[in-house]
C-alpha cells in the first residue's frame, strides 16, 4: 500500500496540510503499540510496522521534495543511484557559481557571498514557479502529455537537489 492510499488521498504534489495530519494522527492512534500489549506477538509486530510506516508516510507526505521524489518513484521515474543527466545550460551555471564559492574559500567576501546567495534564490524561486506551472498543467494533461510533465519535474527535482548542496555551502560560509 502506498502513502496516499494508506491516507485515502489521492496522488497529489499538492496536499491539504491539515488534512494530512488529522490522517497522521487518526493512524497513529489507531496503531498505537501500546493499545496491542495483550494481543499475540504476531499482531504486536504487524500493529508495530503500520505504525512505522504511517511515521514515514507522514514524513514523506509532509515534506513537498520528499512528496515529489516519492510520487516520481510511484510513476517509474525516479531509481536510487540513478545517473541522471542534468541540463547543460544548468550545470554551466552551476559552474560559474561554483567557481564564485571556491574563490571565497581563499578571500572571504561579505558581499560576493550576498550576490551568490541572491542568485542562488533566484534560482530556486524560478524552479518553483517552473514545478507549480507543471503541477497545475497535470489535471488537465492527456496520458502523453502528463508523462511529459512527470519528465519535467523530474528535471526539476534533481535541479532543487543540486541547489541544495548549493545552499547548504552558502550557509556554511555564511556561518564563518
Given at each position: 500500500?502506498?502513502?496516499?492510499?494508506?491516507y485515502e488521498l489521492?496522488?497529489s504534489?499538492?496536499?491539504?496540510?491539515?488534512?494530512?495530519?488529522?490522517?497522521?494522527?487518526?493512524l497513529s492512534?489507531r496503531?498505537?503499540?501500546?493499545?496491542?500489549?495483550?494481543?499475540s506477538?504476531?499482531k504486536?509486530?504487524e500493529?508495530?510496522?503500520?505504525?512505522?510506516?504511517?511515521?514515514?508516510?507522514?514524513?514523506?507526505?509532509?515534506?513537498?521534495?520528499?512528496?515529489?521524489?516519492?510520487?516520481?518513484?510511484?510513476?517509474?521515474?525516479?531509481t536510487e543511484?540513478?545517473?541522471?543527466?542534468?541540463p547543460?545550460?544548468?550545470?554551466?551555471?552551476?559552474?560559474e557559481?561554483n567557481?564564485?564559492?571556491m574563490?571565497?574559500?581563499?578571500?572571504?567576501?561579505?558581499n560576493?557571498l550576498q550576490?551568490?546567495g541572491?542568485?542562488?534564490?533566484?534560482?530556486?524561486?524560478a524552479i518553483?514557479?517552473?514545478?507549480?506551472?507543471?503541477?497545475?498543467a497535470?489535471?488537465?494533461?492527456?496520458?502523453?502529455?502528463q508523462?511529459?510533465?512527470?519528465?519535467?519535474?523530474?528535471?526539476?527535482?534533481?535541479?532543487?537537489?543540486?541547489l541544495?548542496?548549493?545552499?547548504e555551502?552558502?550557509?556554511?560560509?555564511?556561518?564563518?
Amino acid at each position: 500500500m502506498n502513502y496516499f492510499e494508506l491516507y485515502e488521498l489521492p496522488l497529489s504534489f499538492g496536499l491539504d496540510e491539515a488534512v494530512l495530519k488529522r490522517k497522521f494522527y487518526e493512524l497513529s492512534k489507531r496503531f498505537h503499540p501500546d493499545f496491542y500489549i495483550n494481543e499475540s506477538l504476531e499482531k504486536q509486530a504487524e500493529i508495530l510496522e503500520l505504525s512505522t510506516h504511517n511515521n514515514k508516510a507522514y514524513q514523506v507526505l509532509s515534506d513537498p521534495s520528499k512528496r515529489i521524489a516519492y510520487i516520481l518513484e510511484l510513476k517509474g521515474l525516479l531509481t536510487e543511484d540513478e545517473s541522471y543527466q542534468l541540463p547543460q545550460d544548468f550545470l554551466m551555471e552551476m559552474m560559474e557559481v561554483n567557481e564564485s564559492l571556491m574563490e571565497l574559500e581563499f578571500d572571504s567576501d561579505e558581499n560576493t557571498l550576498q550576490d551568490i546567495g541572491r542568485k542562488v534564490t533566484a534560482m530556486e524561486q524560478a524552479i518553483q514557479v517552473e514545478l507549480a506551472a507543471c503541477t497545475a498543467a497535470l489535471s488537465d494533461a492527456n496520458e502523453a502529455e502528463q508523462d511529459d510533465l512527470y519528465l519535467k519535474m523530474k528535471d526539476i527535482w534533481y535541479r532543487q537537489k543540486y541547489l541544495l548542496r548549493i545552499r547548504e555551502s552558502l550557509n556554511r560560509f555564511a556561518a564563518r
